[in-house]
């Protein structure tokens, strides 16, 4: 199964808003609310961003949001932030009882 | 809190195989699952397969099936995954995490580096 479709790069200025989109089909993304996104600095383990396309843990600030539509699932960053320069991956669950990631979009902070 | 702690790097040489272990504290090792996800140098995330630690039921992605097998020893919270017929191709960052709820990975060990080389 290939990966979920994310662009490579993406960039903003700080204060800005970016919006990063990621792309399966109806076995995964769009067959199922159990959309995560990631955020991994280089070096380090991922941190978990949202769960559930929506969702944010404890802690994980508010400038960060995840929507749905279709086959397609959406991370925004809002006011943007130096520390937000990091790779980010989504994953979905599959029809077929596994987990897909999805290639990561790296993200720079002019 | 939650830790994850994986063994350390190893170095093997192609067609060997290798076993990486992921110890757990902080919570009950049989109440999440374990996934193993792999990043290459200087690529993406990679999902490979999650045990179950209650029942040791495993689920591989199929671009590993018959290569891996993920086990578990719950009399000391440590979870295993082993690959074999390694090649090249397999060397990278291997992480273990946990599953909070609705396939969501919570936790993160610092990551096992397995480099093949002959």
């Known amino acids: 199964q290939s990966a979920l479709t994310q662009s490579a790069s993406v960039s903003g200025s700080p204060g800005q808003s970016i919006t990063i989109s990621c792309t399966g089909s109806s076995s995964d993304v769009g067959g199922y609310d159990y959309v995560s996104w990631y955020q991994q600095h280089p070096g380090k383990a991922p941190k978990l961003l949202i769960f559930?396309?929506?969702n944010r843990p404890s802690g994980v600030s508010h400038r960060f949001s995840g929507s749905k539509s279709g086959n397609t699932a959406y991370l925004t960053i809002s006011g943007l932030q130096a520390d937000d320069e990091a790779s980010y991956y989504c994953?979905?669950?599959?029809?077929?009882?596994?987990?897909?990631f999805g290639g990561g979009t790296k993200l720079t902070v002019l | 809190q939650v830790q994850l702690v994986q063994s350390g790097a190893e170095v093997k040489k192609p067609g060997a195989s290798v076993k990486v272990s992921c110890k757990a504290s902080?919570?009950?090792?049989?109440?999440?699952?374990i996934h193993w996800v792999r990043q290459a140098p200087g690529q993406g995330l990679e999902w490979m397969g999650w045990?179950?630690?209650?029942?040791?039921?495993?689920k591989y992605t199929q671009r590993f099936q018959g290569r891996v097998t993920m086990s578990r020893d719950t009399s000391i919270s440590t979870a295993y995954m082993e690959l074999t017929g390694l090649s090249s191709d397999d060397t990278a960052l291997y992480y273990c995490a946990r599953e909070g709820i609705g396939w969501r990975l919570d936790d993160w060990g610092q990551g096992t580096l397995v480099t093949v080389s002959s």
């Open positions: 902080g919570y009950t090792f049989t109440a999440s699952y």
């Open positions: 045990i179950n630690p209650n029942s040791g039921v495993t």
């Open positions: 994953t979905s669950y599959t029809v077929s009882g596994t987990v897909i």
């Open positions: 559930d396309v929506t």
